[in-house]
């Protein structure tokens, strides 16, 4: 049983470019989200998806923006990239439930770098 | 808006002996799940040990425990006979029951165990 996979491992960029990064969810999990962890910080939520639409969104910016297909895949685009967009992004993903301990998985995550 | 906090950046530990990272957080919430995830060098979060709020007694899990204060919203880990593994940063975490059930992380404790 495959956990949560993330690609690339690692990235670099430009300031100004975009950046996609990809996160497959552990199998039979329907909801994904996704965190941004800076260096020696703790991670911080960005958004997560569930039927394919956003369903709850961290304090980021517009730049940052997402898509979940529906094989509950899920793509986390980042445009006009700044230097404090480097980080490690996590991905993490669970059972949609309404109540209850529905426990998230997390990824091995993407070091994006950006230049 | 739920915080967390980790007021011990960095702790170290002889090995065998044990350790006690401290967690508080600041929720109007009554109930509540709290979390402890480490992250090694790999960079996965791997789940240590998990609360839930309702529940009076404290969670254990082989060498780690908790000490949960519900009124002093303090969640504090204790690892005993520790081990060389158990190197890694540490992160406590709150999560709500309620709609998209997502995390919100402290900065974290580095921990370091000492042969």
């Known amino acids: 049983d495959a956990g949560v996979t993330q690609s690339p491992t690692h990235l670099i960029k430009t300031r100004g470019q975009q950046v996609t990064l990809r996160c497959s969810p552990k199998?039979?999990?329907?909801?994904v989200s996704w965190y941004q962890q800076a260096l020696g910080q703790g991670p911080q939520f960005i958004f997560q998806?569930?039927?394919?639409?956003?369903?709850q969104r961290g304090n980021f910016p517009d730049r940052f923006s997402g898509h979940q297909f529906p094989n509950y895949s899920s793509e986390l685009n980042v445009n006009a990239l700044l230097l404090g967009d480097s980080a490690l992004y996590l991905c993490?993903?669970?059972?949609?439930?309404?109540?209850?301990?529905?426990?998230?998985?997390f990824g091995p995550g993407t070091r994006l770098t950006v230049l | 808006a739920q915080t967390v906090t980790q007021s011990q950046p960095e702790m170290s530990v002889q090995e065998a002996e044990t350790v006690t990272l401290s967690c508080t957080y600041d929720?109007?919430?009554?109930?509540?799940?709290l979390f402890w995830y480490k992250q090694p060098p790999s960079r996965q979060m791997i789940l240590v040990i998990r609360?839930?709020?309702?529940?009076?007694q404290n969670a254990t899990e082989n060498r780690f425990s908790v000490n949960f204060q519900k009124a002093a919203k303090s969640f504090s880990l204790k690892i005993s006979d520790s081990q060389l593994g158990d190197a890694a940063m540490y992160f406590c975490?709150?999560?709500?029951?309620?709609?998209?059930?997502?995390?919100?992380f402290g900065p974290g404790t580095r921990l370091s165990v000492l042969p």
């Open positions: 993490a993903s669970s059972l949609a439930m309404t109540s209850g301990n529905n426990e998230q998985f």
């Open positions: 199998s039979g999990h329907d909801t």
């Open positions: 998806y569930y039927e394919e639409e956003e369903r």
């Open positions: 929720t109007s919430e009554s109930d509540y799940y």
């Open positions: 609360q839930e709020a309702y529940k009076q």
């Open positions: 975490a709150y999560r709500t029951l309620n709609y998209g059930q997502n995390f919100v």
